[in-house]
């Protein structure tokens, strides 16, 4: 039982490299996130998507793509990486259902390093 | 847009005290979350809150949500040092699946 897995778990990188992060989930869960974490400022959404082929903008898509393939992965990536994304990403994934009100399940977490 | 705010930022109590978290958000939501985080992990769920009125209890934590004050609160009852952590509320919009989080309580509880 895999769960949600990210890769890699630490990455040190330069301004202005294509910086690409994985995330795959095992649940077949419809929705997938990608959250940045920042001291003083919590959680905040990049971008998320409600089902393969389907993604839209969080709190703070810029300088970020996305894109869905196939519904267990939702790779993140910076296209010109520069320090402010210095940060620790968090990958989720939740499956709403009927009803709604699912919790999101978390990721262990990318900590990446912009030089 | 909706805004999450969190207090205290920072909780510093004795083992065996009681304490609140307080969380209010500033849009009509009737869905509510807890985490928790330890140092360099990843975040847990603790509680799920779907209407008004709803409360929740595990261990010495309990958590409640009164939607008409956009108001949850989380009570940590005798507090325990294995309680230190990081606890964030997240709150959904009434349509979608967005989650919107606090900046976080870290909490540290002091033999």
């Known amino acids: 039982d895999a769960g949600i897995t990210q890769s890699p778990r630490y990455k040190i990188t330069e301004t202005g490299r294509q910086v690409t992060l994985m995330c795959h989930q095992t649940?077949?869960?419809?929705?997938m996130f990608w959250y940045r974490q920042d001291l003083g400022h919590g959680l905040r959404l990049i971008y998320y998507?409600?089902?393969?082929?389907?993604?839209d903008k969080g709190e703070v898509p810029d300088g970020y793509v996305v894109s869905r393939s196939k519904t267990e992965n939702f790779p993140l990536t910076l296209e010109s990486a520069t320090r402010s994304q210095t940060s620790v990403y968090f990958c989720?994934?939740?499956?709403?259902?009927?009803?709604?009100?699912?919790?999101?399940?978390f990721g262990p977490g990318t900590r990446l390093l912009v030089l | 847009e909706l805004k999450v705010e969190q207090n205290p930022l920072f909780l510093s109590m004795q083992e065996g005290k009681n304490y609140t978290i307080y969380c209010n958000y500033s849009?009509?939501?009737?869905?509510l979350y807890w985490y928790r985080q330890d140092p360099g992990k990843s975040l847990e769920s603790l509680f799920v809150?779907?209407?008004?009125?709803a409360v929740k209890q595990e261990g010495r934590l309990m958590a409640s949500l009164d939607t008409k004050a956009r108001l949850s609160t989380l009570h940590i009852t005798a507090a325990v040092h294995d309680l230190s952590a990081t606890y964030f509320c997240?709150?959904?919009?009434?349509?979608?699946?967005?989650?919107?989080f606090g900046t976080g309580t870290s909490l540290t509880v002091i033999p």
């Open positions: 989720a994934s939740s499956d709403p259902g009927l009803a709604g009100g699912e919790t999101q399940y």
């Open positions: 649940w077949s869960h419809s929705y």
């Open positions: 998507s409600a089902a393969a082929d389907i993604t």
């Open positions: 849009t009509t939501s009737d869905r």
């Open positions: 809150l779907l209407s008004n009125g």
């Open positions: 997240a709150v959904a919009l009434p349509i979608g699946n967005q989650f919107y």
